[in-house]
């Protein structure tokens, strides 16, 4: 029984005020997974197993231009929070992009959405995972408002992607 195994690296973003990044240009995170590149690349871009990591529910298909949405169940005032998806790059086992946080009715474009890509590279036995999410300066918000979003992902993408390797390490198990 083979499971897979992975180690978090925190990149800091490039623009840095002492100790805290104010810039809020962009998300960036590493992991390190005991697993292929195809079997990573699977958990990360298909939708059945996209949800056990990240979203609570994931629809789409897999193909560049797709449009579909995810969805968050309940904050503290147990409000769902559903979201459009749309596919910008699907390069099996090598990188999957899509953009999201764009408003309801309309085409996700950079100056509506966040972009989120996840690169994969093979390293040793197993996959170097990099995920960066930018675009929270380009929606023309205050910069409160920009700080209020980037904060809230930057804490989601800390409690949401260290559970993408049990999830690789699940499907590793079963293949």
Known sequence: MHVAA?????????????????????????????ATPEIVFSVISRAEHMKQWWPDEAEFARAPGAIGEISFNGDEAGQIHVFGLTLVEVDPP?????????PEGHTANPENSL???FDLTQEGTGTRVRM??????????????????????????ARHLPRLAPCVGALANRS
């Open 6 to 34: 992975a180690t978090t690296t925190v990149i800091r973003n490039r623009l840095l005020r002492v100790g805290r990044d104010m810039s809020y240009e962009r998300i960036e995170r590493e992991l390190h997974i005991e």
């Open 94 to 102: 090598w990188r999957f992009s899509f953009r999201w946080c764009y």
């Open 115 to 117: 972009l989120v890509t």
């Open 132 to 157: 960066t999410e930018i675009g929270f300066r380009d929606q023309g918000r205050t910069e409160a408002e920009i700080a209020e979003q980037y904060e809230a992902h930057e804490e989601g993408w």
